[in-house]
């Protein structure tokens, strides 16, 4: 099993910076994908930015420029810096990690608890 921690959201004004953290721990041998998506309420879980675990990213049009995805394979950690923030950027935001386990070495894919990030106007 893998445990995904996040951290960083909260309430920002327009224009605002914020970064959120997902730290993975568990039965890990090494972590393919990791990503971000995020979810405004009334609307679908929606795909933010992924990061391979080459370094290779994407992102969604709606962020592009704005916020920029990396990783840290050494602690199993995915970050989202986040910055020019705009209202509609409000949601609940959840890490996704895909991990190769270390004991059996099948895959699986895990979703953090979410966090909320709420820019006002």
């Known amino acids: 099993q893998v445990q995904l921690v996040e951290s960083g959201g909260g309430l920002v004004q327009t224009g605002g910076s914020l970064r959120l953290s997902c730290e993975a721990s568990g039965s890990i041998f090494r972590i393919n994908t990791m990503a971000w998506y995020r979810q405004a309420l009334g609307k679908q879980r929606e795909l933010v930015a992924a990061?391979?675990?080459?370094?290779?990213?994407n992102y969604a049009d709606s962020v592009k420029g704005r916020f920029t995805i990396s990783r840290d394979n050494a602690k199993y950690t995915v970050y989202l810096q986040m910055s020019s923030l705009k209202p509609e950027d409000t949601a609940v935001y959840y890490c996704n990690v895909i991990v190769v386990h270390s004991s059996v070495f099948t895959t699986g894919d895990y979703w953090g608890q979410g966090t909320q990030v709420t820019v006002s106007s």
């Open positions: 990061v391979t675990n080459n370094g290779m990213t």
